[in-house]
């Protein structure tokens, strides 16, 4: 796959890695960052010079080049195109505070009660949201071909180009099918769908076309908004009737044909999800083999910790250990720092021990369960390996780009892991744990 952004944004010096979370006091709690698709915005979203979270990186232009100015600008249309009547809406500021309002209060089922309030909040959160995880997806484009071409074939092309093989011819050699690109999105909406499309965007003729497979899970009655805009995102946009001879024969959908993206949705809970249906929601319905599959929780981690409690997304994180097909990744996009801290303990909010999310992830991820059972030659599983981490990025729009309104800068912090078999036996599965 093409590359369109060969790396991240600026970010802040990286804080000690692994280091225990100690007890900390506040006198006031400070408001922890939500998930996009179900959840009130965060602080994150606006660049507030004054913050804790604009201090860490100053604010610096954007330097985009032409090219992923114009791929930004489609994403955005796709949202201006999609919610165009809800943007013209005469009252359309007196609706989002109502949504705003209702957020605030955490009184999801009033906030999220009918369309018109689920596509305010779409136009108006989720275009700079889907900016910046296109960003991220882009950053991670090698990891993601590990998911589509059998990995027998990548290393051969590796060994050739490392040898001072043709690189183009490397990259175009037909050695195995392409599988289709398959994400899980746990907490995924609007803005995961048009993300996940701009991998698939359309590409020069010379490019393999790649096909995509999406499943979105949240508790918010989301499906109706995701299928709007998967219509936008595989349909031309509509042109003036001025438009000249050659505006129409250029004019193309984000992708083509329809059939390259495919969208599921389920309105679901994902920390009650039984071991048969995330398994299901994983690896797929009716796949003897399944392939490896990329799963995501964007602005969704922190807030299962802190809504969910820390017990019940501990189970679910070793449950999604357990079903992940050798070769998976898992993205997690979050806010950085103590905007992403889990409370524990009895008493008010300054007597409760705060756990950063980044620290009870990777507890959970990165150290053998001792209560699974032990691995063999004959059952194998998986285990998370790191790929990359990143304590506080900046997303940053660009000022030539255009919306009905100013979108904001967002921060965030990242980390990629890679399910990999593990060889352990329970005599080092024990040393593991208690050393």
């Known amino acids: 796959m093409a590359r369109e952004h060969?790396?991240?944004?600026?970010?802040?010096?990286?804080?000690?890695?692994?280091?225990?979370?100690?007890?900390?006091?506040?006198?006031?709690?400070?408001?922890?960052?939500?998930?996009?698709?179900?959840?009130?915005?965060?602080?994150?979203d606006e660049d507030n010079s004054g913050s804790e979270a604009a201090e860490a990186v100053p604010a610096r232009p954007s330097k985009l080049s032409p090219a992923e100015l114009k791929k930004e600008q489609a994403l955005l249309n796709i949202f201006s195109d999609t919610f165009a009547d809800v943007l013209g809406l005469d009252n359309f500021t007196a609706v989002l505070q109502e949504v705003k309002s209702e957020l605030y209060k955490r009184d999801f089922e009033k906030a999220f009660g009918n369309e018109q309030y689920l596509e305010v909040y779409a136009a108006r959160w989720s275009p700079t949201r889907a900016l910046c995880y296109a960003k991220v997806l882009g950053g991670i484009q090698d990891q993601l071909e590990d998911l589509v071409v059998d990995g027998d074939r990548r290393r051969r092309q590796r060994a050739k180009a490392d040898n001072g093989a043709d690189a183009d011819a490397?990259?175009?050699?037909?050695?195995?099918?392409?599988?289709?690109?398959?994400?899980?999105?746990?907490?995924?909406?609007?803005?995961?769908i048009v993300a996940f499309a701009s991998l698939l965007r359309h590409r020069d003729e010379s490019e393999e076309l790649l096909q995509g497979n999406l499943h979105l899970v949240d508790?918010?009655?989301?499906?109706?908004?995701?299928?709007?805009?998967?219509?936008?995102?595989?349909?031309?946009?509509?042109?003036?009737?001025?438009a000249s001879p050659e505006a129409h024969k250029a004019n193309r959908a984000l992708v083509e044909p329809a059939t390259r993206l495919s969208c599921s949705f389920a309105q679901q809970d994902a920390l009650s999800m039984t071991a048969e249906q995330?398994?299901?929601?994983?690896?797929?319905?009716?796949?003897?083999?399944?392939?490896?599959?990329?799963?995501?929780?964007?602005?969704?981690?922190?807030?299962?910790?802190?809504?969910?409690?820390?017990?019940?997304?501990?189970?679910?994180?070793?449950?999604?250990?357990?079903?992940?097909?050798?070769?998976?990744?898992?993205?997690?996009?979050?806010?950085?720092?103590?905007?992403?801290e889990a409370a524990v303990g009895k008493g008010d909010a300054a007597e409760k021990k705060k756990y950063p999310m980044q620290w009870l992830m990777d507890h959970t991820l990165l150290t053998v369960d001792k209560k699974l059972p032990a691995s063999s030659s004959t059952s194998p599983r998986c285990r998370w390996e790191k790929l990359e981490?990143?304590?506080?990025?900046?997303?940053?729009?660009?000022?030539?780009?255009?919306?009905?309104?100013?979108l904001e800068n967002m921060r965030y912090q990242m980390h990629l892991y890679k399910a990999v078999i593990t060889t352990t036996t329970s005599k080092e599965e024990k040393e593991t744990t208690t050393g």
């Open 278 to 340: 995330l398994t299901e929601a994983v690896q797929g319905k009716d796949q003897e083999k399944p392939g490896p599959v990329l799963v995501t929780l964007l602005f969704t981690l922190n807030e299962l910790y802190t809504g969910g409690g820390i017990a019940r997304t501990t189970a679910f994180l070793r449950m999604l250990t357990a079903c992940v097909p050798e070769g998976s990744l898992l993205l997690v996009v979050d806010s950085p720092g103590s905007y992403s």
């Open 389 to 406: 981490s990143h304590d506080s990025i900046w997303f940053r729009m660009a000022a030539e780009l255009r919306y009905p309104f100013q």
């Open 170 to 192: 490397v990259a175009t050699t037909k050695e195995a099918s392409r599988r289709p690109l398959r994400m899980l999105s746990i907490g995924g909406g609007a803005a995961e």
């Open 6 to 44: 060969n790396k991240l944004p600026d970010r802040a010096p990286a804080a000690k890695k692994n280091a225990p979370p100690k007890s900390k006091k506040q006198s006031k709690p400070k408001k922890s960052a939500n998930k996009e698709s179900s959840k009130q915005p965060s602080r994150d």
């Open 219 to 242: 508790t918010g009655p989301w499906g109706k908004v995701v299928s709007k805009l998967q219509e936008s995102l595989t349909t031309p946009p509509r042109l003036s009737s001025h």
